[in-house]
């Protein structure tokens, strides 16, 4: 499905500046009137009135993994250990390291699906298993 990432515009303002540019507004101040401002859009229902449409679009990219999302593929033996890679919503890709009886040792992001045996074993290396 082809899905979009749209930004919008909030307007909102802060009282009490002491410069005519705004420019002595604190972080604080920021966040406790853009706050209030959703409180009140909210409670009033002009949420879709006050950001009206978007003003800066682009297609987000749809990355189909080449694995299925949640196939199981059993480890060497001797290790004792059982790997399934994983892709969630946003196309990134995982391998979760378990035991046999299925306590998850390490989540480990993947470069390349494909390659998920070598990046394992690379792991694995390198923590001296």
């Known amino acids: 499905?082809?899905?979009?990432?749209n930004a919008f515009t909030l307007a909102f303002e802060v009282s009490g500046c002491t410069t005519p540019d705004g420019s002595d507004v604190t972080q604080e101040q920021f966040v406790k009137?853009?706050?209030e401002r959703i409180k009140n859009l909210a409670e009033n229902q002009e949420v879709l009135e006050a950001v009206g449409l978007a003003f800066d679009s682009h297609e987000e990219t749809d990355v189909e993994p080449d694995l299925p999302r949640s196939e199981v593929y059993y480890f060497t033996p001797n290790k004792q250990l059982e790997v399934e890679v994983l892709t969630n919503e946003y196309g990134k890709h995982f391998a979760d390291l378990r035991t046999y009886d299925g306590e998850?040792?390490?989540?480990?992001?993947?470069?390349?699906p494909n390659l998920w045996e070598e990046e394992v074993n690379n792991y694995l290396f390198e923590m001296g298993v």
Do not use: F, R, S
């Not at 499905?1 to 990432?5: A, E, I, P, S, V």
């Not at 998850?104 to 390349?112: F, K, R, T």
């Open 1 to 5: 499905m082809k899905t979009y990432n």
């Open 33 to 35: 009137a853009l706050l």
């Open 104 to 112: 998850v040792l390490v989540c480990l992001p993947l470069e390349d």
